[in-house]
């Protein structure tokens, strides 16, 4: 993190900003597949990508989370989409 540029640093600032919770609300549509999905090897797959969806989104808060000590600006990972700042969209 130290060692870092700023560049980079701003770069994955916007990434767990715009991506991470958008990769959850991404399992809400595979949930839907499990659901209401027709023939049985269509829910089992969709079971295991709802997993992975939240595999993802799990992991893009965790790193932001550690960093939110060193830098504030990661906390936008948790609050980009709660905010009304269109901008960021």
């Given at each position: 993190f130290e060692?870092?540029?700023p560049g980079w640093l701003s770069m994955l600032k916007e990434h767990f900003g715009a991506i991470a919770r958008?990769?959850?609300?991404?399992s809400s549509a595979e949930l839907r597949m499990v659901r209401f999905g027709r023939a049985p090897g269509m829910?089992?797959?969709a079971t295991f990508g709802m997993m992975d969806e939240i595999r993802h989104?799990?992991?893009q808060l965790f790193f932001p989370h550690?960093?939110?000590s060193k830098d504030r600006q990661f906390d936008w990972a948790f609050k980009a989409y709660d905010t009304n700042e269109w901008a960021m969209i």
């Open positions: 060692n870092a540029s958008g990769e959850y609300s991404a829910r089992n797959m989104s799990q992991l550690q960093y939110v």
